[in-house]
C-alpha cells in the first residue's frame, strides 16, 4: 500500500469514527431527553409520588445532625427546610454570608426550627474545605446526614486561584473533600449514617472520561457537568466499596428538573421551554 492510499485509508477511518461518536451522543440525549420529559418533570414526580410512603413522608427526625451543602438556593434550600420541618439540626453549608444568612432567616421563620446553622464555605476550594471540616470537627458531633448538593454548571472554561477548572472544582473536587472529611464524624453516627449525593440523570449523556478537566477539546460546560455528574455517581460506588461495614451508606440521586436559580443562569433555553 502507497503512502497516499495509508492515508486515504486512516481518513475514512477516522470520519467514521468520528461520526459514530456523534450518532452516539446523538442517541445519548436524544433517550435522555423523551425519558426525561416522561419522568422527570412535574407530572413525572406526582405520577412517581403515589409511591412514597406517608409513614416516611410524616418522619421525625430529632436529635439527628445534617449537612446540606448549597443550601441557600433551589433544591439545596427545599432540602434544608425540609429537613428542619421534620425537627433536624441542620448545618447549611454556603459560600455567600450574606445569601446564606438570608437562607437562614427564611427556614427558622418556615420552620419555627432553631436548629438551623449557616457555615460559610467555597467549595471550589480545597483549602477551604479543609478549613470548614477543621472548624466543624471541634464540635465532635456525629453527623447523620451529608447532602453533597451544591453545584454548578459553568458555561465558560474558568480556573479556580487553585489551578482546576471550575466545574470539576465544585462538583468533583469540592465534593469529594466534603465527604472524605466528614468521614470521621458520619462513622460516629454509624449505622445511621448516609451520604446523599446530588447527580443528575444529565450523567447519561457523556461517557466516564479520563479527561476531568476538560483540557484536550473546546470546551462545553453542559458537557463537562454531564462528565462531573458522571464522577459523582463512580465516586459513590467507590465510597460504598472502600467504606463498606462501616455503617455509612452512600447514595447518589437525580433530583428530576427542576426551576432553579441555578438552571434559568445556566440553561436559560431549557428553563423556559
Ligand atoms: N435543577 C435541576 O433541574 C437539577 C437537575 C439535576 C441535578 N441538579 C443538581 O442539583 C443541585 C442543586 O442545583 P439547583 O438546581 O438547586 O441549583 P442552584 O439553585 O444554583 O443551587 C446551587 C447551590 O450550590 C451553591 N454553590 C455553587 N457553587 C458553590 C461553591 N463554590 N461553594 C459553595 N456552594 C456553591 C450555590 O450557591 P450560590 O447561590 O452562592 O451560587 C447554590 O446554593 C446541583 O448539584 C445540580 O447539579 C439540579
Redesign the pocket.
Known sequence: MGKSDFLFHFQIRISISSVAMFLLKTWRSVAFGIYGFKN?TKKGFLEHSKNFSSEDMQARIEGKNCIV?????????ATAEGLASRGATVYI????RE?GEAALSKIQSATGNKNVHLEI?????INDVKSFASRFCVKDEPVHILV??????EQNRLTTSEGYEMNF???VI?TYAMTELMLPLLEKAAPDARVIT?????MYTAPLMEDLQFSSKEFNGVEQ?ARN?RVQVALTEKWAETNKNKGIGFYSM??????????A??LPDFSKS
Open positions: 422527570f451543602t448549597g443550601a441557600n438556593s433551589g433544591i439545596g434550600y453549608v454556603c459560600r455567600s445569601r464555605c467555597d467549595l471550589s476550594s453533597n448538593n451544591a453545584g454548578l454548571l472544582a465544585v462538583n469540592g446530588v447527580a443528575s440523570g444529565g457537568y455528574k437525580h433530583p428530576g428538573w427542576a426551576e432553579t436559580p441555578g438552571v443562569k445556566s
